[in-house]
């Protein structure tokens, strides 16, 4: 297998300052000393995965750069560049780009400007096709545009309860043809597009989806969520995956946990186009 490449944000400047999904509220700001050891506690793990993370320097009055998933889409060796819907997300777009061109990709933005995207929050691959979420953040317009940039076919899934806002909260790619879901996130034609297009999903309960259970960073065999999965890490285990939780409850108050803190460098475990890669 090749060395998996993950970039990161420190949670220096991470806090909870503004309100732009039902997870959030200035009520209940981050702890930094916590936020700071569990942030430390999944890099650990990703490293002890046989991981290389690559970082993106904290930016004061960024307080969500910590979520590099939104960053962009990477395929192959070019980045298609978020464009967020909240103007107090949109200074992070610069950061993503200087990074992402550092580490060697072409970086690419969307031909049209009134079109949101959220990167890898809203669009993942599942063996070589690209699941895309829209509504929320991402608009489906864009999804389209990002297919014919990258040549890839794309399949627009509608996003329909404001808790999980961004695809990478109800839906997790584990390999070519399995996944995770929380079906009540998606519209009845949506689950079926994933019923009929991915032959093994792992439905997720109520109680574990509030956990973040979907929102998991999957490296190899190994998938890593936020505590308080127990059922979700049992039929994980029966299906032949190695389950591991690390505390994630600080990034949970703006509406994140595992996969939201990381973005895949060098594609997904579950995508089959980084097998063409040199
Ligand atoms: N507070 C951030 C937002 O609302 C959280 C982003 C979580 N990221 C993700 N990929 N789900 O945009």
Redesign the pocket.
């Known amino acids: 297998m090749p060395q998996p490449h993950i970039l990161m944000c420190s949670p220096k400047h991470f806090d909870i300052v503004y309100e ?2 039902p997870w ?1 509220s200035r009520q209940r700001r981050a702890n930094p000393v916590l936020a700071m050891e569990q942030w430390r506690a999944l890099e650990q793990m990703l490293l002890e995965c046989g991981a290389k993370i690559s970082l993106v320097a904290p930016q004061p009055d960024l307080p ?1 750069l910590v ?1 590099t ?2 960053a962009a889409i990477v395929f192959q060796n070019t980045a298609v560049l978020a464009h967020f819907r909240h103007s107090q ?1 949109q200074g992070e777009e610069q950061h993503f780009a200087a990074r992402l061109g550092e580490a060697g990709f072409q970086v690419q933005t969307l031909p049209r400007t009134d079109l949101f995207f959220e990167g890898a ?1 809203d669009a993942l691959f599942c063996g070589d096709t690209l699941f895309a979420g829209y509504r929320m953040r991402s608009d489906a317009l864009a999804h389209q545009l990002i297919g014919e940039m990258l040549g890839v076919r794309v399949l627009p899934l509608e996003l329909i309860d404001p808790y999980y806002y ?1 695809l ?2 109800c839906f997790c790619p584990l390999t070519p043809d399995a996944a995770l879901i929380y079906p009540p996130a998606f519209d009845t034609y949506g689950r079926r597009v994933l019923r009929e297009s991915i032959s093994q999903l792992i439905e997720v309960l109520p109680e574990e989806a509030r956990r973040f259970a979907c ?1 998991a960073v999957v490296v190899g065999r190994t998938v890593i969520t936020n505590v308080g999965c127990p059922k979700l890490h049992a039929s994980l285990r029966e299906s032949g995956f190695e389950p591991r939780e690390t505390p994630l409850e600080e990034f949970m108050k ?3 946990s595992a ?2 803190l990381t973005l895949r460098l060098d594609g997904e475990d579950a995508a089959n186009w980084k097998a063409g890669l040199s």
Do not use: L, V, Y
């Open positions: 732009i999904n959030m969500d979520f998933a939104n997300r929050g961004h990478d909260t929102n703006a509406g994140g996969k939201c």
